[in-house]
């Protein structure tokens, strides 16, 4: 088991990492130099015109604005093993690697201080079946 955790732990840094350093949509959606809104000689367009979206935007929230965090990640409910079968070293990675992915994704999740990683991880499992926008 402590293999496939290792993996599995490795495949969310994996996550983190691509979202960190790929921003592509972003740079598709925000380009200045070919933005109409930012050109001077664009000012006197109607504003039906010059507030449309483009197309990377439309087709993006028509598609994708409510998905589980599942989707979101590229994982599945299955891959990550119940609570009975692991043990509290494997429980602790899997707790931080998934809060770290969170935070990567701008999830945040506020956890008292008197809950455990135990306690904590079946329920962070749950929360992402869970359909978000994002």
């Known amino acids: 088991m402590q293999k496939y955790i290792h993996q599995l732990i490795n495949d969310i840094e ?3 990492k691509t979202k960190r350093h790929n921003p592509s949509f972003e740079k598709e959606l925000i380009n200045i130099e070919s933005s109409p809104l ?3 000689n ?3 367009q109607k504003p039906e015109v010059a507030l449309q979206f483009n197309e990377p935007l439309e087709d993006y929230w028509l ?3 409510r998905n ?3 989707c979101y990640f590229g994982f599945s409910f299955e891959q990550f ?3 009975s079968i692991l043990n509290n070293k494997q429980i602790s990675a899997l707790v931080n690697a998934i809060l770290k992915m969170w935070d990567t994704y701008n999830f945040s999740v506020k956890i008292p201080d ?3 990683s135990e306690e ?3 329920i962070l499992c749950e929360h992402m079946e869970k359909t978000v926008a994002y």
Do not use: A, G
């Open 38 to 40: 930012i050109k001077p």
């Open 114 to 116: 008197e809950i455990t």
């Open 14 to 16: 994996d996550v983190i």
């Open 120 to 122: 904590l991880y079946p």
């Open 81 to 83: 093993p119940p609570v």
């Open 63 to 65: 598609i994708n604005s």
């Open 42 to 44: 664009n000012l006197n």
């Open 68 to 70: 589980n965090m599942y």
